[in-house]
């Protein structure tokens, strides 16, 4: 069994490098009896699960290969996709995760999560989160015209780059006792989202960042776990 963790590959018909990438990936673990945890933004953008493209329907196609040859695709929402549901997940048998899961492997408990709840210094994301992310106001949207979800989507895209660029990145990393409490009773944190790959001590355990999925550094850092809790923070190349 391997334990394949990935997060922020912000995939689009925009970027046909990541998503070849991506099959890539699916590929060179098909035969490896692979769970494949995929923490949020894996699309940059998801207006509904009635969305249908071309290039979407290949990695759907690739997706059921992969459950078909005994592995399975776990996913949990991110900021970018936060409106992804059981219907698309249905096409290849995903399976969606909470917010916030552990997972215990070889009695090593993992704390998963996409990362952004623990940017709390960054309130009017934590304020805006809370009111696009009500299940009311969901379940509306998803009722409303593509067209509408789609132009909504890009208004959205718009305004959180021109916020992003003006907040200090101290406010969009993570704070420091979300962390540490979050941790209190799990052995490693996993997450993504703020887009800086590293390793980081607290106090004697492990958090793990998963890289975003970089075009122009040509490579995206991911982790991998074998059935002994054994892990390995290692690089992915674009292709």
């Not at 379940?139 to 660029?165: D, M, V």
């Amino acid at each position: 069994m391997t334990y394949l963790f990935i997060a922020d590959l912000h995939l689009s018909q925009e970027h046909p490098r990541l998503i070849q990438s991506f099959l890539e990936l699916l590929k060179a673990y098909q035969h490896k009896n692979t769970q494949l945890y995929i923490l949020g933004d894996w699309f940059n953008a998801w207006i509904g699960d009635d969305y249908h493209a071309e290039w979407l329907d290949q990695i759907v196609i690739a997706l059921q290969q992969f459950n078909q040859n005994g592995n399975q695709v776990y996913f949990q929402v991110g900021n970018r996709d936060f409106a992804l549901n059981k219907g698309f997940l249905n096409q290849f048998n995903g399976k969606l995760l909470p917010d916030t899961y552990q997972l215990d492997i070889a009695n090593t408990h993992f704390r998963l999560e996409h990362g952004d709840a623990l940017c709390t210094d960054d309130i009017s994301y934590q304020r805006f989160k809370k009111v696009i992310r009500n299940p009311l106001l969901l379940s509306i949207l998803r009722k409303t015209p593509l067209s509408f979800r789609s132009k909504l989507a890009n208004g959205f895209r718009k305004k959180s780059k021109e916020k992003t660029q003006a907040k200090p990145y101290s406010i969009m990393d993570v704070n420091q006792h979300a962390v540490e409490t979050v941790m209190e009773n799990v052995d490693i944190l996993v997450h993504g989202h703020t887009h800086r790959p590293h390793i980081h001590d607290v106090n004697g355990k492990p958090r793990i960042v998963l890289g975003d999925w970089r075009e122009k550094t040509s490579e995206a850092m991911i982790l991998e776990v074998n059935e002994e809790g054994q892990w390995q923070f290692k690089k992915w190349q674009i292709a």
